[in-house]
């Protein structure tokens, strides 16, 4: 089975720009949630989808934030006017949909906001 | 509102020590998960074990171990022989709810883990 993918890796943008980043889950996955990490810390929930159902947003995820997973596979999340704040690894992660299961982890995207 | 410690911020050891990662988690539901990932330099989150709250029974696969005491909300990880390929940040994290609904995952700071020859 291919694990969850991410593209792309690394992101460098200037203040201002917009930036999208895609996840592809393991496939039959019908969750799938995101992420963020900032240096020396625990990954914290942005949100996640069932299916094609955005159905819980953190309030990390300001208006500047937005998620899709149009055809409930592959989702993206896409920053508005990116900030220096939003320096960050994206992780995205995906489980069955049943329950409290574990869900696995793509490799990230490292976005740099200069 | 769920909340996961991990009071050790980075730990040095010599190969073939062992090494115990300590993880306290705050919950009010009764029912909930816990788990441990890996994250080595590369950055990706490694799935390592999954406990739910009515198994408190110790776990070993292989050179690791978890010890879950509901007594005193722990739920700590060691590692037998430490090998220098363990070096990576440890994230424990909790999963709290509802059996049946989704859940989000909240995680501790990590533990970096630090194995020389």
């Known amino acids: 089975d291919t694990g969850v993918s991410q593209d792309p890796r690394h992101k460098i943008t200037k203040r201002g720009q917009n930036v999208t980043f895609r996840c592809d889950p393991i496939?039959?996955?019908?969750?799938l949630y995101w992420y963020r990490q900032t240096l020396g810390q625990g990954p914290e929930f942005l949100t996640y989808?069932?299916?094609?159902?955005?159905?819980?947003k953190s309030r990390l995820l300001s208006d500047r934030f937005s998620a899709e997973r149009p055809k409930g596979s592959f989702s993206t999340l896409e920053i508005q006017r990116t900030e220096q704040g939003d320096s960050a690894m994206y992780l995205c992660?995906?489980?069955?949909?049943?329950?409290?299961?574990?869900?696995?982890f793509g490799p990230g995207t490292r976005l740099l906001v200069l | 509102a769920q909340k996961v410690t991990q009071a050790q911020t980075e730990i040095s050891v010599v190969e073939k020590e062992d090494v115990t990662l300590d993880c306290v988690y705050e919950t009010r539901d009764t029912t909930y998960y816990l788990f441990w990932y890996k994250q080595p330099p590369s950055g990706e989150l490694v799935f390592l074990i999954r406990?739910?709250?009515?198994?408190?029974q110790n776990e070993i696969s292989g050179r690791y171990s978890w010890n879950f005491q509901k007594s005193t909300s722990s739920f700590n990880f060691t590692i037998t022989a430490s090998q220098v390929v363990d070096s990576a940040v440890y994230f424990c994290a909790l999963s709290a709810g509802i059996t049946g609904t989704a859940s989000k995952l909240t995680f501790g700071t990590g533990t970096r883990l630090q194995v020389t020859l």
């Open positions: 496939s039959e996955h019908n969750r």
């Open positions: 989808f069932q299916n094609e159902a955005q159905l819980e």
């Open positions: 992660a995906s489980s069955l949909g049943r329950g409290q299961e574990t869900q696995y």
């Open positions: 406990r739910n709250s009515f198994d408190e």
